[in-house]
């Protein structure tokens, strides 16, 4: 096994303190900490503690070893998931991701980095809110008509007729009107109403901060999970939490960012009749997530847990200080356990997750 250093993303909507004081450093730290990545996607691989090469290189040395051959046949010769950190101190994109097939295609096409589909699952560390699947059209059309903004009303009528999406492209369009409808939001008192204000200060003038109006708003407490399949319309607003995704760095945006949007792209590929589902973990700590790339356990170690070898794993622990066999594990640590390795065993008091390949379908 070994014990991995892993990279920081500095996106602008990061937190200063979640992950710094997670991993025992500063807080504040200098600037905003977005994410911690762990795991082997080229854009930011975990490293070797003590050894120099990525995760990335001790997989493609010897995929057998690193992977297993359950993985190696389902998934080939990459680690399939992709694990995170994510601190959300202040909203970030409006957002979806594609399917496998929309995957392939599009980066054949060069609209995509990556050939494989993005599925994600977060757990909220702290409470955690989130956007996200559109909400059933006549409590979206009752929202929107409640605001009494004249130029409102064909996002009304397209609601009705049942046409999410063209309403969504409505709203989006709606650059010269998203300043009246923040205004009228900000005098009703009603919490998808304050949503509004609120991205609409973070980011002025984007009409994508009207998404509240389409959208479903989630509360995840410490411990639930929301997990968001391909075509799921979705945007963190604030939270700290560990992610789990398909090993794919994918996005399609549509606003409330800085990067690059397409609306036209995800206007294409968001399906407004998929549904994200929100998940409690089972006896065993895993969460029952539908992707065959990943599954992701929460579990609270108080004596001793055994894991069977077989299956790539990366242990993150959150809380607390354990043993994986001889080697001490604290909070904001991680270990990537090699399928080749037999049983691992964790002993102390502690909370982990453990990140591997989502089972297979007999399983």
Known sequence: MHLLTNPL??????????????????????????????????AGPSLLVGDGRSLADLIADDPAAGLGAATLERHGSRLPFLL???????????????????????????????????????????????????RPADQAAMLVERLGVSALKDVVTLLASGSPLQ??????????????????????????????VKLARCYPGDPACLAPLLLRRHELAPGQALFLGAGVLHCYIKGFGVEIMGSSDNVVRAGLTSK????????RITRPDASPLALEAGPDGAFGSPSPEFRLRRVAVDGELRLDGGLPRILLCVEGGLRVDDLPVGAGESVFVPAADPEVTLTGSGMVFVAEPGPTAAA
Request: one cysteine or more; charged letters at 20%.
């Open 260 to 267: 690059p949007v397409d609306v036209k792209e995800l206007l």
């Open 167 to 196: 309403a969504l492209e409505a709203l989006l369009d709606g650059r010269d009107i998203a300043e009246q409808v923040v205004w009228a939001a900000s005098a009703v008192h009603q919490p998808d109403y304050a949503l509004i």
């Open 9 to 42: 993303k500095d996106y602008a909507w990061g937190s200063r303190t979640d992950i710094a004081e997670l991993t025992g450093r500063p807080a504040p730290s200098p600037g905003p900490e977005a994410e911690m990545w762990l795991g082997a996607h080229p």
């Open 84 to 134: 995170k950190l994510i601190a959300v101190a202040r909203p970030l994109s409006l957002q979806v991701h594609p399917s496998a097939e929309q995957a392939v295609d599009g980066h054949a096409r060069g609209v995509y980095g990556d050939p494989w589909p993005k599925p994600e699952l977060v757990c909220a560390l702290t409470p955690f809110t989130a956007l996200a699947g559109f």
